[in-house]
């Protein structure tokens, strides 16, 4: 059984920053294709950045590139998001999602139940 366990949001004042956590089980990690999701309340989901099985490259919405960064460790089936410079528009659930044959923003297979980050003015 997959499992994907988001971890490291909370509660950080405007200009802060954030390092959340997936951890994953149950699935070969180092052949997945991790994204990073979130969705505000009464919007819809939107991509936040994903990165390459291998870690061998990222890729950004433009809304967080230069403020957000994705990493990965397969040795312990862990990626992870790095959030700098945080504004309240930031402010929403994150998902992180994985996917065999995913392209960068589409097509992911499992996702996780999400971590609340919230950013005071």
């Known amino acids: 059984q997959v499992q994907l366990v988001e971890s490291g949001g909370g509660l950080v004042q405007a200009g802060g920053s954030l390092r959340l956590s997936c951890a994953a089980s149950?699935?070969?990690?180092?052949?997945?294709?991790m994204g990073w999701f979130r969705q505000a309340p009464g919007k819809e989901r939107e991509f936040v950045g994903a990165?390459?099985?291998?870690?061998?490259?990222?890729y950004y919405a433009d809304s967080v590139k230069g403020r957000f960064t994705i990493s990965r460790d397969n040795a312990k089936n862990t990626v992870y998001l790095q959030m700098n410079t945080l504004q309240p528009e930031d402010t929403a659930v994150y998902y992180c999602?994985?996917?065999?044959?995913?392209?960068?923003?589409?097509?992911?297979?499992?996702w996780g139940q999400g971590t609340q980050v919230t950013v005071s003015a």
């Open positions: 999602a994985a996917g065999r044959q995913s392209t960068w923003t589409l097509g992911y297979d499992y």
């Open positions: 149950g699935l070969t990690f180092s052949l997945y294709r």
């Open positions: 990165i390459r099985s291998t870690g061998s490259s990222t």
